[in-house]
């Protein structure tokens, strides 16, 4: 089983910046593939971001070249830096472990149903 716990959320105004990040422990092949994924209210949860532990990453449309996934892997840490933030980035984000078996990870984007574990949770706020 793996643990995630989130943070760095907050508000911002449109146009700023926010770097999240996810302490992960627990069982480690779970970590192979990780993600951020995030739900706005009324929304379907949406995949944003996938890393696989060798450092491919795959993003979403929205997101692309706005958003940036890393990883400490000594610190066991993931991250999403975020900038030139807009107001429809707003969103509870989620940080995503333990793909389902068999599938490629950059496929968690768009198939966000296939990570099988996540954190609490950090809002995030953007404002015009």
């Known amino acids: 089983q793996v643990q995630l716990v989130e943070s760095g959320g907050g508000p911002v105004q449109a146009g700023g910046s926010l770097r999240l990040s996810c302490v992960a422990s627990?069982?480690?092949?779970?970590?192979?593939?990780m993600g951020w994924l995030r739900q706005a209210p009324g929304k379907e949860r949406e995949g944003v971001a996938s890393?696989?532990?060798?450092?491919?990453?795959t993003y979403a449309d929205s997101v692309w070249g706005r958003f940036t996934i890393s990883q400490d892997n000594a610190k066991n840490t993931l991250y999403l830096q975020m900038n030139d933030l807009k107001p429809e980035d707003t969103a509870m984000y989620y940080c995503?472990?333990?793909?389902?078996?068999?599938?490629?990870?950059?496929?968690?984007?768009?198939?966000?149903?296939?990570?099988?574990?996540w954190g609490q949770g950090t809002q995030v706020t953007v404002s015009s």
């Open positions: 890393m696989t532990r060798d450092g491919t990453t």
């Open positions: 627990g069982y480690t092949a779970s970590r192979n593939c």
């Open positions: 995503a472990a333990d793909l389902e078996s068999g599938s490629l990870c950059y496929t968690g984007v768009r198939y966000p149903q296939r990570f099988r574990s």
